[in-house]
DNA sequence: GCCTACCTACACAGGTCTGTGTACCTATTT
DNA sequence: AAATAGGTACACAGACCTGTGTAGGTAGGC
């Protein structure tokens, strides 16, 4: 009953659901069975593209880690956009966390593979934040780029529970503020002299 | 063999066994049984106090929603003494984020009485950031309190991953210009002096 | 026409999971 | 002494899991 002519590539047709069913129903409810049938091919096909569970998981968070391409509009605006782009994400229904926390959570600190990719992630967000700061011309681009990291995780793991995609405005309240104290010119009338606040 | 006379009440020591085992290597993955033979009790005997898992999942989340209890010392101490707590906290080696987020994660957030338990955490953090912030008179101590939180949940979020306990100094150094920024006189050497910056 | 690559269907091994059923044992209370 | 409460051991049902083995079908390239 045709055949499925598995052109698109069968390994990225696999990828591509595996990804949606593992990020939406969570990794360990997630069988070889359940995605095989879900894309309609035999579970023994799919056993010849990946050689076990864990590698497809791999291969899930692999494809996750796409690094943002880079962009021609200003650094601030980028920083700032981030926070929007994350509250146009919230508001969509099939947005369930980062899948790279998930991963951890759910698979334990012990699983290497999945740690490493995850703290990978990780620091390239943060890198990427910190390489913005440094064309701002701010001091401690580092120290700052970690804060708002920890806003937009923040963000994503509370609009993970309860579902809120203000959160994101909030968090960008929060850069907004650390930025200009950072003395970073946000477009805000001006209201941002600089006046450093020792944090310690 | 030794009967173990069960006086600390059973069920008590059932929970704070599970609590151990779900937390550290997450729900889907320890089973009643593993429970009952760390306890060494038969698994008849968990099940004759737990009518099901999800009700000893549930016992288990309940059992980790504690109310900060009330404290003497000045509001702002407390705030930022929240910091310094999740750094001790993330530098035992036994920390593995939070429950709540973890089990929304892994659960799914189709799972009603996890996702309103874990609502309910999160929103009793927030007020008491809330109440702290309105003795400190804060303006906003709604918005403020939502951004604190981000903080906290942040510095979860990614020491979870990166086992770096220095998020929580990182969390802290944010706190305090967002305090800053909002009038807040934290003890800094006097250099918070009140330039609000409008958030939008 | 045939070979190769890739797919199918399907059974099954061996493990784990939740939850129950049953029969017995041992304190404490009455 | 007897009844009751709560524990034990252990088997088992039924589902689901990962992973493999086997035999056959079908399309394109030589």
Redesign the interface.
Known sequence: MAPLPAKPDMKDRILEIADRLFY???I??VGVDTIAAEIGISKRTLYNHFPSKDALISAYLARRFVAPRPSEKPPLEQILGTFDSLERRFAAKDF???P???A??????EDQPV?KI??AF??SRRLWFRDLLVQLGVADAE?LA??L??????????D????DPA?AR??K??A???L??AGVR?G??G???K??????
């Not at 006046?195 to 310690?200: A, D, G, I, P, Y």
Request: overall charge positive; proline content about 0%.
């Open positions: 939406l129903q969570g360990r409810a369930r966390g980062c790279f926390v998930n951890v959570a759910e698979l334990g600190s740690r995850a703290i990780k620091e120290g970690t804060q990291v920890l806003l937009v995780d923040g963000s994503i793991a509370q993970l529970v309860r579902n959160m909030a968090a309240a929060a907004v503020v650390l200009a104290n946000v805000d009338g209201a941002t002299q006046s450093q606040v020792k944090t310690r």
